[in-house]
Each structure stands twice: as C-alpha cells, then as structure tokens.
C-alpha cells in the first residue's frame, strides 16, 4: 500500500468515530464465519489473500478473537503468527498517528 491510501484509510478511521472498524469487524467477521462453513460443507473457500486484506484493513482483531472462538485456520501457522503481527502493526500505526499528528 502506498503512504497515502494509508492516509486516507487512517483518516476514515479517525473521521468515522469507530463506525469504520464497527463495519469493517463486522465485515470480517462474517467472512470467517462463511469461509469455515464452507470448508465444512467442501464447497468453494474465501481466499486467504481476501482474509488477509481484510485483516490489514482493519479487522484483524475481529478476525482473529472469531478464527480462535470457531476453531478456524487455528493450525496455520501464517494466521495464528501473521494476524497478531498484523494487530501489533496497527497499534503501533495508530499510536505514532496520534504521537505525530
């Protein structure tokens, strides 16, 4: 991603007061959710770049407390390691966000 779609996303973020990530946990949420009933009834599955995309957009929280609750994608070790990675990553964004705006 380039710094200013990261501009833009952050200031949807922080312009929104919380709806952003509201829609977007959500959004993620019901992905998880279609992508495991899916692999239940071997029909075809979410693609793991989308679960990723999601995740960076602002859902990882969301996505990650859902995959741990549903026992989802718990023994890939790019999900259990990369989600959390993603989670610290944001944080860190929105800290030096408000550090240095």
């Known amino acids: 991603m380039s710094l ?3 501009t833009i996303l952050a200031n949807l973020v ?3 007061g ?3 990530l509201a829609l977007i946990s959500l ?8 992508d495991k009933l899916s692999a239940k009834a071997h029909r075809r599955r979410v ?12 859902g990882s929280a969301a996505m990650y ?11 890939h070790f790019k999900f259990m390691v990369g ?8 944080i860190a964004m929105i800290f030096c966000l408000f550090l240095f705006a």
């Open 4 to 6: 200013g779609i990261l």
């Open 14 to 16: 922080i312009s929104s």
């Open 18 to 20: 919380g709806y952003y």
């Open 27 to 34: 959004i993620a949420i019901c992905v998880t959710v279609f």
């Open 47 to 58: 693609p793991e770049a989308t679960l990723f995309l999601l995740a960076l957009i602002g």
């Open 65 to 75: 407390i859902t995959m741990l609750l549903i026992r989802h994608k718990t023994r």
């Open 83 to 90: 989600l959390p990675l993603i989670i610290l990553i944001q």
